[in-house]
């Protein structure tokens, strides 16, 4: 391998991890620099190159993760990470967009511990932020490898248009009062797990694997994006505000229908009647502290905390098996694996 990769692990950062997010930050700073000032101001904000006050801020915002996962995803024969920066610049870019535009649409006032950009800025500021940043993460992937631009935009472009058929879905789940947890799988599939197969599809396609390759790792990437996204259920109700940057209980404060909740909404019981009529039927609008924390307490014994910690560990481990025959270098392999156990694991 050109550039050394070791075991990410939750205990110690690995030199080469901590290279590549150097150089992501290095990338998406070039990236960006051209944007209109005002869209700047908001993009610099909120990858946290700046205050809101538009001063030089300490450090980014952010671990990179989908980007390292690109990365790593490139490596699969030994390769040299570098050659997928591009892919994994595209993936930064449009994932963050998502973000922006996500806290707009759930009206989240703090990410990762500070005021979110529409809360500054504006909704329309915040709006338009995003939409450059897709367009920019179309643009550098288009240049990056033109005669591969087909394919590479391809797998960015669907996997956008599965993002908003999975944000639509969870948008239309806050007003019905049924909401099963296949309807609900159906929805992260497209919200959280498009994005990290994209992510491992285009380091893959970058290291010039082949076809049924590329598909392995993009399935590995699905998988990951679900483990992600039951992590943030999890975290979203048991989480560590001083951790995660949230409000505590965030999730069920707003009443969303979270793997958690609908375990609970599921289960038997009158601990279930209980938690069904303090989620449906308490006064219009956010649950208070006491209702929230009451609510995480009959979520937790009807099941629901234990269930989102035995699924995500099963996807983990339906994740890592195929990776012995989809990525044939040691290193990669394991780099892979820590990072997948990462995201099961995570503390914010």
């Known amino acids: 391998m050109h550039q050394h990769l070791g075991a990410a ?9 901590r290279e590549a997010r150097s150089s992501l930050e290095a990338g998406l700073r070039e990236a960006v620099a051209d944007l209109e000032p005002f869209s700047h101001r908001a993009v610099a904000y909120y990858f946290g190159w700046q205050d809101e006050h538009g001063r030089s801020s300490p450090g980014p915002s952010g671990r990179r993760r989908l980007g390292s996962l690109t990365l790593l995803a490139a490596c699969l024969n030994g390769g040299d990470w570098h050659q997928a920066l591009p892919a ?18 759930d009206h989240d006032h703090t990410r990762r511990g500070r005021p979110t950009v529409w809360t500054l800025f504006g909704e329309a500021a915040a709006i338009l932020a995003g939409n450059a940043l897709t367009a920019v993460a179309f643009d550098v992937l288009a240049t990056a490898r033109p005669a591969q631009a087909a394919e590479t ?12 058929a999975g944000q639509l879905l969870d948008v239309r789940f806050e007003d019905r009062t049924v909401v099963t947890l296949p309807d609900y799988l159906a929805m992260v599939d497209g919200k959280a797990g498009a994005f990290a197969e994209c992510g491992c599809a285009l380091g893959a396609v970058f290291a010039g694997a082949d ?11 699905n998988r990951l994006g679900l483990i992600w996204q039951l992590r943030n259920d999890y975290l979203g109700i048991w989480g560590d505000p001083a951790l995660t940057g949230k409000e505590p209980r965030a999730d069920l404060k707003s009443r969303k229908k979270t793997y958690p ?3 609970a909404l599921a289960h038997g019981g009158e601990e279930r009647e209980r938690f069904a009529d303090l989620y449906r039927s308490s006064p219009p ?5 006491d209702a929230s924390h009451l609510a995480a307490d009959l979520i937790e014994q009807c099941g629901g905390r234990e269930a989102t910690l035995r699924e995500t560990r099963r996807l983990l481990d339906e994740a890592l098996a195929p990776l012995e025959h989809l990525v044939p270098d040691t290193t990669a392999r394991e780099a892979l694996s820590a990072l997948a156990t990462a995201f099961a694991l995570s503390d914010r």
């Open 9 to 17: 692990t939750m205990a110690h950062e690995p030199d080469w991890l």
């Open 88 to 105: 994994a610049l595209a993936c930064e870019l449009a994932f963050n967009a998502a973000v922006i535009h996500d806290d707009i649409i």
């Open 153 to 164: 935009t391809g797998w960015l472009a669907r996997t956008v248009v599965q993002l908003n």
């Open 211 to 221: 076809a049924e390759t590329v598909a392995g790792l993009a399935s590995f990437g």
């Open 261 to 263: 909740v609908l375990v």
């Open 285 to 289: 609008g956010l649950l208070s502290d």
